[in-house]
């Protein structure tokens, strides 16, 4: 079996599993279900990306979420780009939260919550989010073309997660850097829980997020960030993907450059929705382009 389509099984049978045995415990009272300890049935089922960050970043984490507007919209739909590699969706080292593989940049911890805008915002179990963006200079792993030049074979800032019993995916990476002709941005797809990941994969959604201006700029102004400011694209309503709107698809941040930012969004996803089903295959010499500019 696909390893991430057996992650994603397993995670909704333990979501069963634990609405069952909080619905057999219900007479018991709420003091007796939570008052199980860190060996508790809630406790084993939640998956790598819940346990994947310190109490600290838990608690940040779920803070954004708490003051994160859910207002059951489904996400904007975008492209994909130039530079998914879905090839690797069917490796199995992809399922991780840890997704820096020892790239430099400011930390970004980030988290998606996933609601099903077809059943009351009810949280969506073991489906698959697949991330991935640029590193801090604006390169991508996995290809070598003329402005994406050594960087095949590699697979640094790419991952996959499932989502556990309350919806959520959780990764570790960096603030990501710009390349000429795009504000800065992470991809983002969502598979139907159950599916067998590959090349030819159907998504629920594909889309992007997008970053607050005064946190990139801050964030561009540190030495690490050799590039500087973006000065190619410097407004969301200059951007070819996000100029008709960020509503669905703005991350909320809290941080700072020198501790670094944890980051949350919500995202509705209809999963009778079908997104693309094509390889992303090899990309031209220079990012291929539509009306307004590269992807």
Known sequence: MNPLKKAADAAVSMSTSRRGALGALSGLGALTIWG??????????????ASAVDAASESGLEKILATTTTTCTVVAEETEGPYP?????????????????????VPLTLRIKLI?????CAPIVGASVYIWHCDKDGLYSGY???????QAGLTYLRAVQVSDSTGRVT??????????????????????????LGNSS?????????????????VYNSALYTKGQNTSVTSFSADNVFSDGTSTELLTLSGSVSAGYLGAIVLGIDQTHSSGGSGGGTPPTSPPTRPGGVV
């Open 202 to 218: 159907t998504a629920m959604a594909t889309t992007q997020f997008g970053f607050p201006p005064a946190v990139t700029t801050a």
């Open 116 to 120: 099903d805008v077809n059943n009351a």
């Open 144 to 150: 070598d073309v003329n402005n994406n030049a050594g």
């Open 171 to 196: 990764f570790k990476s960096i603030f990501p850097g710009w390349y000429a002709g795009r504000i800065t941005h992470i991809h983002a797809m969502v598979f139907l829980a159950g599916s067998s």
């Open 36 to 49: 199980c300890g860190g060996n508790s049935a809630d406790s084993a089922s939640e998956t790598a990306s």
């Open 85 to 105: 590699l879905r090839a690797i969706l069917s490796n199995s080292a992809m399922l991780r939260s840890d997704m820096t593989e020892s790239k430099t940049g």
